[in-house]
């Protein structure tokens, strides 16, 4: 499970808005709202919560669980050409 605060840093790093994280993840902006505002997003399905994922790991974001350090966000590691 992904948490709010790491939804907040990947939308962060990649400059999104929440308007443009919604459009990327073929939700509404009430939904991702409610999924940043709520704790745990306990108001919003699984299915969204795996859409958002998706949109941001496609973008390049890696979720980093929970390792003693905290839990993150980092952007994956471009391939070298």
Known sequence: MI????????????GWSQTDLAGKAGLSLPTIKRMEREAGGLAVSEDAKERVRAALE????????????????????????
């Open 3 to 14: 948490l709010i605060e790491q939804i907040r840093a990947a939308r962060g790093l990649l």
């Open 58 to 81: 496609k973008a390049g974001v890696e979720f980093i669980a929970e390792n003693g350090g905290g839990a993150g966000v980092r952007m994956r590691k471009r391939g070298k050409k």
